[in-house]
């Protein structure tokens, strides 16, 4: 169920939409629709309009024309509270439409799903991601053909969270893993299954995930502790870009002073080199002693994370991972280290915890991807 704190998110970012173009209007307002039904439930039209400030007769316009599209449904009369006629509710066509979500964030798998409106999964495919860099791409097109024909209903349209920076127009600047340098991944895609498709880094689609889906704030960090270690970043509910694509990349910020492990980068003492599941295990195993290594992992996170916070005002990191390693001592020394290294009037309450997400938080973020992107729903 939707909570206060998520309606409070949707009238400020509805508010600080601002002037609108004439020519804009109607998909503005066919947006602002949307976005209660899928905030708020089912509703009345006069709902609706209480809800928006639109007239009632814009209001059953839209609907009318949304529900001639496929996205909104009658959903039969509510009860009657008082005198009067019982009003007839509307709600978003949850199983009009089907989205495609793909996640090529795994190390040893390429996983797609299809997902209802609502982000819940209702299929799941995956294949091994291949030895040969040069057969990624066939790959992930091919996953994405077996998805869609798995689909059963029409597909709104195709997210995908992929390691590496991406710009936003989906093409992948960057992503050494897969050998990928300006790679227009969204276009291909696109050309391929005839669809409109929507490309970020994982770890910035997993933050949308957990703001939509995981009850996060408007101004979180969300930091991917897998092979590599990245982060999202929403500011005031908006994803944040940077000047080249690539805010939230932390995982090669150094710190300490102190040399420290050796980073596949070339240089000592990154945040990967601390944190990534591979240097936490390898640690582990070589000391014996689990609490002081995530102790230690957990303080050099709060000391990358504590200007990020202070900077940003941010009120919430989350952690996505593996939550044997990241969620005990590891959060705590975090959460700590941050609150000592910042301002106590503002961050004092700060908490560290895990992504309320599993291993779907890609997909889910992906799946938020196109209902922003499509819709205008998020
Ligand atoms: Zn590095």
Redesign the pocket.
Known sequence: MPSPTRSAAVTRSRRAAGKILPEHARAHNRALVLQSLFSAGAMSRADLARETGLTRVTISDLVGSLMEDGYVVEQGVREASGPGKPAMLVDIARDGHRIVGLDLSGSESLVGAVLTLDGEIVARHSVPVPARQSEVLDAIVALARTVVADAHAPVLGLGVGTPGVVDDRGVVLAAPGFGWADLDLAGTLERDLGLPVLVANDANAAVLAEHTFGGAGDDVILVRVGRGVGAGLLTGGEPLAGARFAAGEI??VTVGTDGGPA?????IG?L??WLAVPALTERIAATGDPDSVLRDAGERLGIALAPIVGALDLSEIALSGPADLLGGALAEAAAETVRTRTLATFHDGLQVRMSTHSEDIVLRGAAVMVLSGRLGVS
């Open positions: 995982g090669h980073c596949a980068c070339g240089k990154c990967e080199a």
